[in-house]
């Protein structure tokens, strides 16, 4: 079981840094379209 349980701690670390790039990445072109209007 422990490995399982290593293995979806791998997985979810996966997702948090997927969601935390696409919010920055959203961040980054909300600002440079605001900048360019």
């Known amino acids: ?3 399982v349980r290593q293995q ?3 997985t979810l670390a996966i997702h ?3 969601v935390i790039l696409t919010v920055f990445s959203l961040n980054i072109s909300i600002f440079v379209f605001c ?3």
Request: hydrophobic share 50%; net charge negative.
């Open 1 to 3: 079981m422990p490995v």
């Open 8 to 10: 979806w701690r791998n």
């Open 16 to 18: 948090d840094s997927v």
């Open 35 to 37: 900048e360019i209007i």
